[in-house]
């Protein structure tokens, strides 16, 4: 279940080796999961495990890559880019034989486009990062410290800028000043309202729940089902 | 987006303490109930460990997109983030500016 994946150096370099967390038997449907992004990651980590393993009991595979600069990755955040984390999820699909994908939050902003899939609950750049600035500016506040977000939005375009913890270099600080997710054909949305309740990533604290991972396993199982016939 | 009937009725009030109570609630994963005991002196950032800066940014951007307000980073003190009164007492003056 725990192994790992080679990503192809865009360098045409020796490959780097990332994590990958997957429920893989050799089956028919193969969902690729694309994670939200930093702090949403670790609050919707546990919910996007739970997912996988009910999509498991019902017969689906699902294979979790870690992108370079995340998790356990070897990889420096600081030098990762927007077009670099979305050719490793091509990557990822082609080489791990995924044949659907499941975006979760930001993960539409690096969905491969040639699969059918999923965004659920999809975040978009310029959003994520005003979130980030926004904590930035309350802890530094806390601090006594002064910031305004036109400052640290031009400090993090010229030179990138730590957010909540968060080392994001400049490539992929522009980059998310505009991304948004974009439905691919064969791709369509699943609202939060689908699941009922509300989103784990607000959540102060990273948390789970079983009818929300209920939900959207049975609706991207019942949509997969769909597909095939 | 939840529409707020008028803020200046008693029944606007009610509705945005429901609607505040329970943001909370989702973001500090509390039943509505527990939610519903929170008062004007109830102790948030800095009062609650869980409370930490990325949370209270994740409730800021929440109580835009649910009422529909912008919130300026001018507008972000220690006061309407000390108590829930203080909270509520900032987005009632977002909602009704006069």
Known sequence: ?229 | MTTLPNIDSAAGEAALDRELKGLIADVLGLDLAQAESFGPDTGLFGHLPELDSMAVAGLLTEMEDRLGIVIEDDDVDGEMLETYGGLLAFARAKLDPR
């Open chain 1, 1 to 229: 279940m725990i192994s790992t994946w080679n990503i192809p150096a865009s360098d045409g370099g020796l490959p780097g080796e990332e994590l990958l967390v997957s429920f893989d038997r050799g089956r028919q449907s193969r969902l690729l999961i694309c994670p939200g992004w930093f702090d949403e990651a670790n609050k919707l980590r546990r919910f996007t495990l739970e997912v996988m393993r009910r999509l498991d009991r019902v017969g689906i595979d699902t294979l979790l890559p870690d992108l370079p600069g995340c998790n356990e990755s070897t990889a420096p955040l600081e030098n990762q880019t927007l077009e670099g984390w979305r050719a490793g999820m091509v990557s990822a699909a082609d080489l791990l034989g995924a044949t659907h994908v499941l975006a979760i939050r930001a993960g539409a902003l690096v969905v491969p486009s040639a699969l059918p899939g999923w965004h659920y609950a999809a975040q978009s750049g310029p959003k994520l990062l005003r979130g980030m600035i926004r904590a930035r500016i309350i802890a530094s506040r806390e601090a006594g410290i002064a910031e305004t977000s036109k400052e640290l939005i031009a400090r993090g375009k010229d030179a990138g800028l730590v957010l909540a913890g968060w080392p994001i270099g400049p490539a992929l600080f522009r980059a998310m000043e505009t991304a948004e997710p974009a439905l691919a054909p064969g791709q369509s949305d699943i609202a939060q309202s689908a699941l009922g309740g509300t989103g784990l990533w607000l959540r102060a604290e990273p948390d789970e729940d079983a009818g929300q991972a209920d939900h959207l396993a049975a609706l991207v199982a019942k949509k997969i089902a769909e597909t095939a016939q």
